[in-house]
C-alpha cells in the first residue's frame, strides 16, 4: 500500500508541475499586449486630424443575443421594441448590425428546442413598428438558436428568410459597403451556421467551409480599398471549427470582428474584447437577453471607438478622442492622428438636453467641453503634455432629466498599453474545441489508466488491511467484473453511438463523440467533449467510489485460494458513517445526471432517442451491478453469520 501511495503522490505532484507550467505559458500568452512591429498607417501622418468640426466622424450599433421568447420573460421583447424606437431614434446609427439569436427557440422546459414562428413574428413586428429600415441600414444574421431543427437553408421552418430585415440575402456570407463622402466602409458577414441546424445541445459550436471561406475571402479582396474593413458574425472565432487557418488570415485583414455567442459567460467575464496575435480586435457584446446589453460604436478620422451601454441608461458617452489604449490596432487605424490632433471629442446622445459636460486626464479638470453639432462635443487640449506612458481620461456628463454618466479610461500616445484581460482573450484568443478536447482526454486518461495501473502494482488484495478509500479502490481493480464494466462504461462513449433520434425536423440521425450523422450529411460538433468530461466527474468517478466502498465492505477477503470473512473486519459491520455519506452522495450524482442526460435525449431528440441512448441503457447495467451486490451482501452476511468458511 505504501509503494502505491507513493507512486500516486508522484504522479499527482508531476501533473501539478506539468498544470503549473501550463498556466504560467497561458498568463504570459493571453495577457502581454500585442507588439505591432511594422510600418506606421500611412494616412497617420496626413490630415485631416480630429478637431472641433463634424468631420469623417460616424457612428453605427452593435447588439447580439435578442432571444425573443414566448415562454420566458416578455420583457426581452418589450424592451426591444423600447429599443428599435427609443435607442434608434435618439442615437441616430447609420448602420445597425444585429449579430445572431434573434429569437430563443427553445422547449417550456428549457431542454428541448424547436423554431416557433411566434417568436419570428414578435422580432418582426418590433423591427416593423419601430421603423427601423427607415432610420438605419439594419443587418441582421442568423444564430445559432435560429438554426435549431432547421433542415436546410430553405426549409419553410426557416423562419429567419420570411421574418428578419436581410431575408434571404444574409443568410449566407455577404459584404454591405457603406460609402460616405469621406471614404467607404465595408462590413463581411461570417456565416459559420450549422447547415442543416440540429436540435439542442449540440449545437454550440460553428463551422465554416470551404463555400463560405471562398466567399470571406473574395469579399476580403473586394474591401481592400475601403478605408475600414469590419468583420461581424455570431460565433466568437474561437467557437469555429472548418477552415480555421483560412479564417484568422481572412479576418486579420480587418479592423475587428464583431460576436456575441458566448453571453459573457454568464456574466461572469463582462469585458470578452481582445487584440489578438494577427492585430486585429475580437469584439464580444453582452447579450440582450438577460444584460440588456448593446454596443455604440464610431469611426472619427478612422479611429474606431466603442462603449458597451446598458438600455435605458442615459446620457450615453462615447469618446472619440484620445482612443482607449487596451483597443488601438495600430496595423489598421491611423492611431498617429491623436498625436496631432487639436481637441478631446466625444459624443453624447440624450433624450433630454445636455447640461453639462467636463473633461479631466489623470484627476485634473480641463473644463467643460462645447457643443458643435449633433452629438458631438469637444474641448481643446495639448497632446505634447501627454506623450509619455498611460494617462487616464474621464468625461462626466449630465442631462436636464438629472442622469448622469461618468465614463473614463486610460489612454496613450507613444503606443503604451495595459495588460490584456486574462479570462477575456483565454476565451477570445485560445481554441475552445482543443481546450474541451484536452480535458476530455486528459481527464479520460487518468481515469481509464489509473485502475489497470493500480491492479498492476497491487498484484492482488490480500495483505490490504489498512482502511479507506485507497484499499476500497485495490479490491475494487481485483474485481473482474466490476473493474471491466467501470473500464467499459468509460470506454463506450468514446467509440460507439449515443442515440438515435430526430435530430432535425423530420429525419433522423446517430449521434457521436465526434458529431452528428444527419440526413445524409455528418455535422462536426465538439460539444459532446464537454460532456465527456462533466460525465467523467459526475457519473463515472462516483460510480467507481460507491462500487469501491460497498465492494471492501462485503466482498471477502481472498488469501491462497480461501475466502475468509472474519479477516475482514469491515464485513462486521455496515459502512461508517463518513462511508456511507459518501456512497450517498455519489449514487446521487450518479442517477441526477443520467436522468438528466436521459431527459434531454427524450425532449431534444424524441422517444426513439431516449430507448437507444446511451446514457438509459448505462444506467440499467449499473443498476444490475448493484443488484448483483445487494445480493452479494446478504449472501456473504449469511456465511459470516454462520462462520463458513471455504
Not at 497617420?44 to 452593435?62: E, R, S, V
Not at 447580439?64 to 434608434?88: A, G, L, Y
Not at 413586428?125 to 435549431?148: M, P
Not at 486585429?280 to 447579450?287: F, G, P, T
Amino acid at each position: 500500500m505504501v509503494k502505491v501511495l507513493g507512486i500516486c503522490t508522484t504522479i499527482l505532484l508531476l501533473n501539478i508541475a506539468l498544470l503549473a507550467w501550463l498556466w504560467a505559458i497561458a498568463v504570459e500568452h493571453f495577457t502581454v499586449p500585442v507588439e505591432y512591429n511594422g510600418p506606421p498607417h500611412q494616412r497617420g501622418h496626413k490630415p485631416p486630424y480630429p478637431g472641433d468640426t463634424m468631420d469623417n466622424l460616424w457612428w453605427f450599433i452593435h447588439i447580439s443575443d435578442i432571444h425573443i421568447s414566448r415562454f420566458r420573460d416578455p420583457s426581452r421583447t418589450t424592451d426591444f421594441q423600447k429599443f428599435c424606437t427609443n435607442e434608434i431614434d435618439i442615437i441616430k446609427p447609420e448602420v445597425t448590425i444585429v449579430t445572431g439569436d434573434l429569437t430563443d427557440a427553445k422547449d417550456w422546459d428549457h431542454v428541448g428546442s424547436k423554431q416557433y414562428e411566434i417568436e419570428w413574428k414578435a422580432y418582426h413586428n418590433a423591427i416593423k413598428f419601430g421603423h427601423v429600415q427607415e432610420k438605419t441600414v439594419w443587418i441582421d444574421i442568423r444564430g445559432n438558436h435560429d438554426a435549431f431543427k432547421v433542415t436546410h437553408k430553405t426549409h419553410s421552418v426557416n423562419y429567419y428568410r420570411r421574418y428578419s430585415a436581410m431575408g434571404e440575402k444574409g443568410d449566407t456570407t455577404f459584404m454591405y459597403q457603406h460609402k460616405l463622402p469621406f471614404g467607404t466602409y465595408s462590413f463581411i458577414s461570417v456565416n459559420a451556421i450549422l447547415d442543416p441546424g440540429p436540435g439542442r445541445p449540440f449545437n454550440f459550436f460553428g463551422y465554416i467551409g470551404k463555400d463560405d471561406i471562398e466567399k470571406l475571402e473574395h469579399y476580403v479582396d473586394e474591401s481592400h480599398h475601403s478605408n475600414h474593413t469590419m468583420f461581424f458574425g455570431h460565433y466568437p472565432t474561437s467557437t469555429i471549427i472548418g477552415e480555421q487557418f483560412r479564417l484568422n488570415n481572412a479576418l486579420s485583414q480587418g479592423i475587428a470582428y464583431l460576436c456575441g455567442h458566448l453571453h459573457s459567460l454568464g456574466g461572469m467575464i463582462p469585458n470578452m474584447k481582445a487584440l489578438q496575435k494577427t492585430g486585429s480586435l475580437e469584439l464580444e457584446v453582452e447579450d440582450w437577453k438577460i444584460n440588456r446589453m448593446y454596443r455604440v460604436m464610431a469611426y472619427d478620422h478612422d479611429l474606431l471607438s466603442f462603449n458597451d451601454v446598458n438600455f435605458g441608461e442615459w446620457p450615453v458617452v462615447l469618446i472619440t478622442n484620445p482612443k482607449r489604449a487596451r483597443f488601438m490596432a495600430p496595423k489598421h487605424e491611423p492611431v498617429d492622428k491623436m498625436i496631432h490632433s487639436t481637441h478631446i471629442r466625444f459624443l453624447l446622445f440624450s433624450p433630454s438636453p445636455i447640461t453639462s459636460a467636463t473633461v479631466a486626464i489623470d484627476g485634473v479638470d480641463l473644463g467643460p467641453a462645447k457643443h458643435v453639432e449633433g452629438p458631438l462635443y469637444v474641448l481643446p487640449w495639448e497632446p505634447a503634455k501627454f506623450m509619455d506612458g498611460l494617462h487616464t481620461i474621464t468625461v462626466t456628463a449630465k442631462n436636464a432629466a438629472g442622469d448622469v454618466t461618468n465614463t473614463g479610461y486610460r489612454f496613450s500616445l507613444d503606443g503604451s498599453r495595459p495588460m490584456q484581460w486574462f479570462a477575456a482573450s483565454l476565451f477570445l484568443m485560445g481554441d475552445i474545441t482543443c481546450g474541451l478536447q484536452f480535458l476530455c482526454i486528459f481527464v479520460g486518461f487518468w481515469f481509464v489508466l489509473s485502475l489497470p495501473v493500480v491492479r498492476w502494482l497491487t498484484k492482488s488484495s490480500a495483505g490490504y488491511r489498512h482502511h479507506g478509500l485507497p484499499r476500497s479502490l485495490v479490491v475494487l481493480v481485483h474485481n473482474n467484473m466490476y473493474l471491466y464494466s467501470i473500464l467499459g462504461i468509460a470506454i463506450y462513449p468514446l467509440i460507439g453511438p449515443w442515440c438515435i433520434g430526430e435530430i432535425i425536423e423530420g429525419h433522423y440521425g446517430a449521434s457521436t463523440l465526434l458529431g452528428l450523422y444527419v440526413n445524409g450529411t455528418f455535422i462536426p460538433e465538439t460539444f459532446s467533449y464537454a460532456v465527456v468530461f462533466v460525465d467523467i466527474l459526475l457519473f463515472q468517478l462516483p460510480m467507481t467510489i460507491y462500487f469501491a466502498l460497498h465492494l471492501d465492505c462485503y466482498q471477502p477477503t481472498v488469501s491462497n485460494g480461501s475466502i475468509t470473512m472474519k479477516s475482514n473486519r469491515r464485513a462486521k459491520r455496515p459502512l461508517c458513517l463518513c462511508s456511507s455519506v459518501t456512497s450517498f452522495a455519489c449514487l446521487v450524482s450518479m442517477f441526477i445526471w443520467k436522468i438528466y442526460l436521459c431527459y434531454s435525449a427524450y425532449a431534444c431528440y424524441g422517444t426513439l432517442a431516449l430507448f437507444t441512448s446511451k446514457d438509459l441503457w448505462t444506467m440499467v447495467f449499473v443498476l444490475l451491478l448493484r443488484s448483483k451486490l445487494v445480493r452479494s451482501k446478504q449472501y456473504y452476511r449469511e456465511m459470516n453469520g454462520n462462520g463458513q468458511t471455504s
